[in-house]
């Protein structure tokens, strides 16, 4: 009799659990074990794979392929990160007060964040292509001689930065707005009366009690950028020579087009490793400067 | 305090004081401030503007300088010489197909599951939850080899099953619906257990239909995810036949690498529902990729 309902219960339970969990296991879980495993690996995926150890690692160390990746990303994440926030803070603060209008502005921001990538990217390339895009035929209106955009080396990435900052402002934005419209107006109106001027309260009211949603969106946008692909894929392809490789692209030009399929899993973890990283140290910096009411 | 409210509400409030407060709302700096406003709404909506520009310019105008802002005659043969060029409804129905598979089977999936969460009661539970909490920490470059080796062991490659297979559980869906879950009520799944009926019935017939809102929430977040995902698609692809949207579009301005007014032709295309989805649905799609901070 227990038996019979303990089983029935267990039964209802796999009944339930089992649809998310056994693709959770098979596709993220399983591949993720078994990402660690071919990282020690050196496999073409015709010849049978052979154990090299720590190998992959070490010469990823020593890799100035690797290295520049890792350079541009790191770039990417310099220009982008406060481009993005600084932006997006701006216009949450523009919208955070009763206004006509106010939810058509709010949406029109946000237009570009529900857009993919590839067809942000592909119409950014065309606004900066260097010959007839409208970007230096503007420029040149004025008396500026644009620049070569995702043509010039020096250039590529940083057209990258502006297509990715201005996809991401509207997502910044709404996060920051919430937490912006969290903060009662009795602090500001207290600040009012003792004689704070505007810089006063943004700097002791408004900062610290917006500080949880800006921890938050600095966490994702900064996970986000160390994973930066779909841009650099469609608007440069890594190029011109290299200059904009990233991280993730040569993850998948390694294991896709060199099939390099060991190699290509010891980056994925160098990379995750990377990300695991500086979230916790983000997590643990908070502390000194999160606010939490 | 909050511009809009005028001077008529000054009465309720101390006067010097909302005279200090309301100092940068004077019209002059309502004139500034929707300057700005209107300012960034040009530079969010102007690439989308010329995007729907170039589609219907004529390639002899294609490279004019300066560019001319609206092409004249429009050329709306543009639309069709890419369809005809190019499998573009191919690749809008495989989206579709992918979109519309993933979306419902990560719904169910991750309902089922976050009620197993919130309203069963098992041993390990909570240690689950938590491995279910990991993986959204996983990102899908950290899996993206070995889950192509395991496609192509088990002959999916360039498939339709390769495609949807990966996307058809959410641990941010269960994690997601399980706080909505959370927040019902116990009385109404008890009279359903009082009546004799079981942790079945209760799901279909109490804890889903109170859970609309979350359940859109999640369900236009994953159509939107799948629609605009392009790593993997790209990655397990490799005919035209079964290139999704963003994969082909990326495809064919290789192709076509001059032809900007029939890229742009292709970009408006696939941009189409999901702007129909966000007019129709504002509130969910903003609430979704809030909480997830959705990439792509």
């Given at each position: 009799?227990?038996?019979d309902r303990?089983w029935?219960k267990?039964?209802?339970?796999?009944?339930?659990?089992?649809?998310?969990?056994?693709?959770?296991?098979?596709?993220?879980?399983?591949?993720?074990?078994?990402?660690?495993?071919?990282?020690?690996?050196?496999?073409?995926?015709?010849?049978?794979?052979?154990f090299?150890?720590?190998?992959?690692?070490?010469?990823?160390?020593?890799?100035?392929d690797?290295?520049?990746?890792?350079l541009?990303?790191?770039?990417?994440?310099?220009?982008?990160?406060?481009?993005?926030?600084?932006?997006?803070?701006?216009?949450?603060?523009l919208?955070?007060?009763?206004?006509?209008?106010?939810?058509?502005?709010r949406?029109a921001?946000?237009?570009?964040?529900?857009?993919?990538?590839?067809?942000?990217s592909?119409?950014?390339?065309?606004?900066l292509?260097?010959?007839?895009?409208?970007?230096?035929a503007?420029l040149?209106?004025?008396g500026?001689t644009?620049?070569?955009?995702?043509?010039?080396?020096?250039?590529?990435?940083?057209?990258?930065?502006?297509?990715?900052?201005?996809?991401?402002?509207?997502?910044?934005?709404?996060?920051?707005?919430?937490?912006?419209?969290?903060?009662?107006?009795?602090?500001?109106?207290?600040?009012?009366?003792?004689?704070?001027?505007?810089?006063?309260?943004?700097?002791?009211?408004?900062?610290?009690?917006?500080?949880?949603?800006?921890?938050?969106?600095?966490?994702?946008?900064?996970?986000n950028?160390?994973?930066?692909f779909?841009?650099?894929?469609?608007?440069?392809?890594?190029?011109?020579?290299?200059?904009?490789?990233?991280?993730?692209?040569?993850?998948v030009?390694y294991?896709?087009?060199?099939?390099?399929?060991?190699?290509?899993?010891?980056?994925?973890?160098v990379l995750?490793?990377?990300?695991?990283?500086?979230?916790?140290?983000?997590?643990?910096?908070?502390?000194?400067?999160?606010?939490?009411? | 305090?909050?511009?809009?409210?005028?001077?008529?509400?000054?009465?309720?409030?101390?006067i010097?004081?909302?005279?200090?407060?309301?100092?940068?709302?004077?019209?002059?700096?309502?004139?500034?401030?929707?300057?700005?406003?209107?300012?960034?709404?040009?530079?969010?909506?102007?690439?989308?503007?010329?995007m729907?520009?170039?589609?219907?310019?004529?390639?002899?105008?294609?490279?004019?300088?300066?560019?001319?802002?609206?092409?004249?005659?429009?050329?709306p043969?543009?639309?069709?010489?890419?369809?005809?060029?190019?499998?573009?409804?191919r690749?809008?129905?495989?989206?579709?197909?992918?979109?519309?598979?993933?979306?419902?089977?990560?719904?169910?999936?991750?309902?089922?599951?976050?009620?197993?969460?919130?309203?069963?009661?098992?041993?390990?539970?909570d240690?689950?939850?938590?491995?279910y909490?990991?993986?959204?920490?996983?990102?899908?470059?950290?899996?993206i080899?070995?889950?192509?080796?395991?496609?192509?062991?088990?002959?999916?490659?360039?498939?339709?099953?390769?495609?949807?297979?990966?996307?058809?559980?959410?641990?941010?869906?269960?994690?997601?619906?399980?706080?909505?879950f959370?927040?019902?009520?116990?009385?109404?799944?008890?009279?359903?257990?009082?009546d004799?009926?079981?942790?079945?019935?209760?799901?279909?017939?109490?804890?889903?239909?109170?859970?609309?809102?979350?359940l859109?929430?999640?369900?236009?977040f994953?159509?939107?995810?799948?629609?605009?995902?392009?790593?993997?698609?790209?990655v397990?692809t490799?005919t035209?036949?079964?290139?999704?949207?963003p994969?082909?579009?990326s495809?064919?301005?290789?192709?076509?690498?001059?032809?900007?007014?029939?890229?742009?032709?292709?970009a408006?295309?696939?941009?189409?529902?999901?702007?129909?989805?966000?007019?129709?649905?504002q509130?969910?799609?903003?609430?979704?990729?809030?909480?997830?901070?959705?990439?792509?």
């Open positions: 009799m227990v038996g303990g029935r267990q039964a209802i339970v796999a009944l339930f659990l089992l649809p998310s969990l056994l693709p959770l296991a098979a596709f993220t879980l399983g591949p993720m074990a078994a990402s660690f495993g071919l990282s020690f690996l050196k496999w073409d995926l015709l010849r049978p794979p052979t090299v150890g720590l190998r992959n690692y070490l010469n990823l160390a020593t890799d100035p690797f290295r520049a990746a890792v541009h990303t790191l770039f990417f994440i310099v220009g982008y990160l406060p481009l993005v926030f600084v932006g997006g803070l701006g216009l949450a603060l919208l955070n007060r009763r206004l006509r209008g106010s939810a058509f502005f949406a921001y946000f237009l570009p964040v529900i857009t993919s990538w590839v067809v942000v592909l119409v950014w390339k065309w606004l292509n260097p010959q007839s895009g409208i970007v230096n503007a040149a209106a004025i500026i644009g620049p070569g955009w995702w043509t010039d080396p020096a250039w590529a990435m940083p057209s990258i930065i502006l297509a990715s900052a201005w996809k991401d402002l509207g997502y910044v934005m709404v996060i920051l707005l919430a937490g912006l419209q969290a903060i009662p107006d009795d602090y500001y109106e207290a600040a009012a009366v003792d004689g704070a001027g505007a810089w006063a309260r943004f700097r002791h009211i408004t900062l610290p009690l917006l500080s949880p949603s800006t921890f938050f969106v600095l966490i994702i946008s900064l996970i950028s160390f994973q930066v779909d841009q650099v894929y469609v608007m440069t392809g890594g190029g011109p020579a290299g200059a904009s490789s990233v991280i993730v692209e040569r993850i030009k294991a896709f087009s060199y099939s390099a399929m060991g190699y290509a899993s010891a980056m994925s973890w995750f490793a990377v990300i695991l990283l500086v979230t916790l140290l983000q997590f643990r910096l908070q502390r000194r400067w999160v606010n939490y009411a | 305090m909050r511009s809009g409210e005028g001077l008529g509400l000054t009465a309720t409030r101390p010097a004081l909302r005279a200090r407060l309301s100092a940068h709302h004077l019209p002059i700096a309502n004139v500034v401030l929707y300057a700005l406003l209107v300012t960034v709404a040009l530079v969010m909506l102007f690439p989308f503007a010329w729907v520009a170039t589609s219907l310019t004529p390639d002899a105008q294609l490279f004019l300088t300066p560019p001319r802002l609206i092409p004249s005659p429009l050329e043969g543009n639309y069709a010489r890419v369809a005809e060029t190019f499998p573009l409804l690749f809008v129905l495989n989206s579709l197909v992918v979109a519309a598979v993933c979306t419902t089977l990560q719904v169910a999936t991750s309902a089922m599951g976050a009620y197993a969460f919130a309203r069963l009661r098992f041993p390990g539970r240690a689950l939850f938590l491995v909490l990991a993986t959204l920490m996983v990102p899908l470059q950290v899996t080899v070995p889950l192509f080796v395991e496609m192509r062991f088990l002959g999916f490659v360039d498939t339709y099953p390769g495609l949807i297979l990966p996307g058809i559980a959410s641990a941010f869906g269960t994690f997601l619906l399980r706080q909505a959370l927040e019902l009520p116990h009385e109404l799944e008890e009279a359903v257990f009082l004799g009926g079981g942790h079945w019935t209760a799901f279909r017939h109490v804890v889903l239909p109170l859970s609309g809102p979350a859109a929430t999640f369900g236009i994953a159509f939107m995810a799948s629609w605009n995902s392009f790593l993997w698609p790209l397990i490799s035209q036949g079964h290139m999704t949207l994969v082909g579009l495809n064919l301005q290789g192709q076509y690498a001059t032809a900007w007014n029939l890229v742009m032709a292709g408006t295309v696939s941009v189409l529902p999901i702007l129909a989805v966000y007019l129709v649905a509130r969910y799609v903003v609430r979704g990729v809030a909480l997830s901070g959705l990439k792509g």
